[in-house]
């Protein structure tokens, strides 16, 4: 696709319930990033794919998180037994991977209400 | 962490007038990024400057980096209403990127 593709838009779910959330990056995309903005807040780092790479996952805020990428390409993120402080939206990035000077392109994120 | 600050975290001026931004860093870096956030949703690169650049302008934008100082600017001229958005640098070293809070900029008409 043209750029970062993200689903759902919304998601509102029951506290205690599991969802995942998906990213598309842009093809051909090595590096693929997971944020999550709470209202008002800055962009906090959850995890970093790059290639075939062992995935940074220092951002994650606890175990109840998780996120995979298949195939280098589409990407997953795993929220299990959501509680109502998860509630954000969560964005995605990808880029080219081929170092530092190359610019991050968004997905217009998710955003998830835990009711 | 190679994480960048912004400040001021809000800033409000009237239309026409010039917004500036500025964001502090801790480490050394190979170029510093700042992007735009409308509605809270995906951020939009808007222009990146190398560690061997002191000044760089796309625009309206003009960006200057102090690596002695750490520190990076972004003065926005003539500003207009449709500016309005969070503004936040990512000062990198590697591929991983990250953020600070942002500054959060309202022009008003």
């Known amino acids: 696709g043209a750029g970062v593709s993200q689903s759902p838009s919304n998601k509102v779910t029951e506290k205690g319930k599991d969802v995942e959330l998906r990213c598309d990056p842009i093809?051909?995309?090595?590096?693929l990033y997971w944020y999550r903005q709470s209202l008002g807040q800055g962009l906090e780092f959850l995890i970093y794919?790059?290639?075939?790479?062992?995935?940074?996952k220092s951002g994650l805020p606890s175990d109840r998180f998780s996120a995979e990428r298949t195939g280098g390409s589409v990407s997953t993120l795993t929220i299990q037994r959501t509680q109502q402080e998860d509630s954000a939206v969560y964005l995605c990035a990808s880029s080219s991977g081929e170092g530092s000077n190359t610019e991050a392109f968004f997905g217009q994120g998710t955003r998830l209400t835990v009711v | 962490s190679q994480q960048g600050e912004e400040d001021p975290q809000a800033l409000s001026i009237q239309e026409g007038e010039n917004a500036t931004m500025n964001c502090s860093y801790k480490t050394s870096i190979n170029n510093l990024q700042w992007y735009r956030q409308n509605s809270g949703r995906g951020l939009v690169h808007l222009i990146l400057i190398r560690s061997n650049e002191r000044e760089k302008h796309s625009g309206r934008l003009r960006v200057t980096l102090d690596t002695s100082k750490k520190s990076s600017s972004l003065l926005i001229t003539a500003s207009r209403a449709a500016d309005t958005a969070s503004y936040f640098c990512a000062p990198r070293s590697y591929q991983k990127v990250t953020f600070g809070t942002g500054t959060k900029l309202q022009v008003i008409p």
């Open positions: 794919f790059q290639g075939n790479s062992a995935p940074d």
């Open positions: 093809s051909g995309h090595t590096a």
